[in-house]
């Protein structure tokens, strides 16, 4: 099993829809979860972080965090085209990892006109 | 700087010839990181300075590449004989503390070995 598991996608919603983006992880001591936001040909980009169980509101966006069931998730709401891009979920503190960062391979969003 | 800076923003080589990428991060970020991330794929990570601590080197694929950071600033990372897998985008990000706020990414190295 992969330390963090994205579906690839691509996912697509339509403009001004909710998109909900997954991501479960294995290693129940990680502390720290982040969602970056990766356009084609660009770098990633840090849009949310959360570190307790529950949801944590920024914007259009909400990261939700289940320690319990391991997983993290990331709403999108009133979906823009300028949303399509790749979401990277990340992991801090893995067993054995130190202080870096554990990425998933992303899910891809398309918000269609 | 304002933000993490990347040198060369692109490198194509021959295979069998070294090369070097540049790295100057945020100013006052402790914390240093190499990824790399071939064509539609994750971010692998490869090596993380925290400070003036021995640096994290279990990501390196091989020891045909290595890095360094001097001064707690500036770090650059060879590559000596190039392959053709060595072909990807190299990133470059820092933290201020050991990344448990996430990291700020520069833009990159797109290398590509001919």
């Known amino acids: 099993q992969k330390e963090v598991e994205q579906n690839s996608g691509p996912l697509s919603v339509p403009e001004g829809a909710i998109a909900s983006l997954n991501c479960t992880y294995s290693?129940?001591?990680?502390?720290?979860f982040f969602w970056y936001r990766q356009y084609s040909g660009k770098s990633p980009e840090l849009i949310m972080s959360?570190?307790?169980?529950g949801d944590k509101e920024d914007g259009r966006f909400t990261a939700q965090l289940n320690k319990a069931s391991q997983y993290v998730s990331l709403l999108i709401r009133d979906s823009q085209p300028s949303d399509s891009a790749t979401y990277l979920c990340a992991l801090g503190g893995l067993t054995g990892g130190g202080n870096k960062l554990t990425f998933g391979t992303g899910t891809q969003l398309k918000v269609e006109l | 700087g304002a933000g993490v800076s990347q040198s060369p923003s692109n490198k194509v080589t021959e295979k069998g010839k070294d090369v070097e990428l540049r790295c100057d991060p945020i100013s006052g970020h402790t914390a240093l990181y190499w990824y790399r991330q071939s064509l539609g794929q994750g971010l692998e990570f490869l090596i993380y300075?925290?400070?003036?601590?021995?640096?994290?080197k279990s990501g390196l694929p091989s020891d045909r590449f290595s890095a360094e950071r001097t001064g707690g600033s500036v770090s650059t990372l060879t590559i000596q004989r190039t392959q053709q897998e060595d072909s990807a985008v190299y990133l470059c990000?820092?933290?201020?503390?050991?990344?448990?706020?996430?990291?700020?990414f520069g833009s990159g190295t797109r290398l590509t070995v001919v």
């Open positions: 959360i570190y307790s169980n």
């Open positions: 990000a820092s933290s201020l503390d050991g990344g448990d706020r996430g990291y700020t």
């Open positions: 290693d129940r001591v990680s502390q720290s």
């Open positions: 300075f925290q400070g003036n601590s021995a640096p994290d």
